[in-house]
């Protein structure tokens, strides 16, 4: 008797443990503040606004150039003008490209920038899902996001070409680019002051790591004979903007750089700002510039169609007719139907965390998923314990449960291989349907073989 009480505790800890999980979430101190381990939902459409993005290649850039007549010796000459892209002249005299040309405008080019920008919104957009999609012909990129904390980041960064550079403050020499970065990533660390500093670490590849060893012992400090300071500088610039001129105090062996980015400060809102400029420009220096400037030609945003009243007012409703509901299994099943409604409620978190952990995307349909999962839990309830009876012998109740879970399974069965079938199609409406009902129809099947049988049978007197 101690035994099945000791599993009865254990399973209804068990769901307590889910529902805290699933509704509340899991929380550990990040750096000023605790942030929830369990992953966000993947949004879809249906569940918020969206944004549509159109990113166009910035036009080409003519300028005439030639000679004109100015005496008579040169009368009748024609004035000749070719195409070219906008320049600007550095300190050195030299032209520097900074438009695009017609050359780069080629299909190629086009697709390669799609891919770059789909990675970006890969590190972005990681809770809410996206599409891409490519007119071949003007190399026209339209990007449609869910709205959610990142959508301003998403317009404002991906649209940057991302080129990278360490160069000789002097001569103006590349001595080292995108092409040797390995990594990019956001880090922070405690400053002497006792706040926090947020840092872009920068990691080289082997020979990128071996040139930045040689940047680092040749741009120092260094004193001459007569004792004079003199400095030899470069500057870390990102698309043509300088972010700092420096020297280097040691030698850098480990073939990462780190970047200071902000200043030390106790205001989390700050350090998230801080980071959140780091995050993207590792989000541009990890990835290899875009092949030709790209510049946003819209960013309209779509609101949903159903308003904040009305999505409250379907939510009392289904907790209204929930409420209707558990009173008559209560009613109906008395003991056992409150360890339905445990195992529903079990049901329902573990299938919550189940969606987030696999990414399965939330969309309206998905929401309806879950509606048919816990309609379908219900009626498996009722199925097994229709015939449960008050005062039977243990071996009888053990039958029973087992033809009813038999039952249960020959009609979920068909719906299970319906929901797998659906899985391989390819639009995303009928695909997040059928995969949260996949996942619902598992747990339901779980939960009825091992969670309702454990209750039952160890609750009997």
Not at 16 to 42: A, R
Request: negative net charge; contains cysteine; hydrophobic residues 40%.
């Amino acid at each position: 008797m101690k035994n099945k009480g000791l599993k009865v505790t254990l399973v209804i800890g068990i769901i307590i443990l889910l529902s805290i999980l699933s509704f509340g979430g899991l929380y550990q101190k990040g750096i000023y503040q605790y942030e929830d381990q369990i992953p966000s939902y993947l949004l879809g459409d249906g569940v918020t606004g969206h944004r549509s993005i159109v990113l166009k290649p910035q036009d080409v850039v003519e300028t005439e150039t030639g000679t004109e007549s100015e005496n008579t010796e040169n009368a009748g000459e024609e004035a000749t003008s070719e195409e070219t892209t906008e320049t600007d002249t550095n300190a050195n005299g030299t032209e520097e490209q900074t438009g695009n040309t017609q050359e780069m405008m080629t299909e190629e080019n086009f697709e390669k920038a799609k891919e770059i920008i789909r990675k970006r919104l890969n590190e972005i957009s990681t809770e809410s899902y996206y599409t891409i999609k490519l007119d071949k012909t003007t190399g026209k990129i339209h990007i449609n996001v869910l709205d959610s904390t990142y959508t301003d980041t998403i317009s404002s960064v991906i649209v940057e070409r991302g080129v990278f550079q360490i160069v000789d403050a002097e001569t103006e020499e590349v001595l080292i680019d995108n092409a040797r970065v390995k990594d990019a990533n956001v880090q922070y660390t405690s400053g002497s002051l006792g706040g926090m500093l947020a840092f872009l670490n920068i990691e080289f590849d082997k020979e990128g790591a071996e040139k930045l060893r040689e940047i680092s012992k040749t741009y120092v400090e260094t004193t001459e004979e007569e004792g004079n300071s003199v400095e030899k500088n470069v500057i870390i610039r990102i698309d043509e903007n300088d972010l700092i001129e420096t020297t280097f105090s040691e030698e850098i062996t480990t073939g990462s750089l780190q970047l200071t980015v902000g200043q030390e400060t106790t205001d989390t809102s700050e350090l998230q700002d801080y980071l959140t400029q780091a995050s993207n420009f590792a989000v541009i220096i990890d990835k290899e510039p875009l092949p030709l400037i790209y510049e946003v030609d819209e960013n309209v945003y779509t609101s949903l169609s159903i308003t904040n009243a009305q999505i409250q007012k379907m939510l009392i409703a289904a907790g209204v007719i929930a409420a209707i509901l558990a009173i008559y299994l209560i009613y109906r099943y008395h003991k056992n139907g409150i360890l339905a409604i445990l195992t529903l409620v079990g049901i329902l978190a573990t299938l919550l965390i189940v969606i987030r952990y696999t990414n399965v995307i939330l969309t309206a349909e998905a929401i309806g998923a879950i509606l048919v999962t816990m309609v379908l839990g219900y009626l498996s309830m009722m199925i097994v314990l229709k015939d449960q009876q008050k005062g039977e012998e243990e071996v009888e109740v053990k039958k029973k449960l087992k033809e009813g879970m038999f039952t249960t399974a020959k009609v979920l069965l068909p719906v299970l291989i319906l929901s797998i079938v659906l899985c391989f199609m390819g639009w995303l409406p009928i695909y997040s349907f059928a995969m949260t009902l996949f996942w619902g129809i598992l747990v339901i099947m779980l939960f009825i073989a091992t969670v309702l049988r454990t209750l039952v049978l160890g609750t009997r007197k």
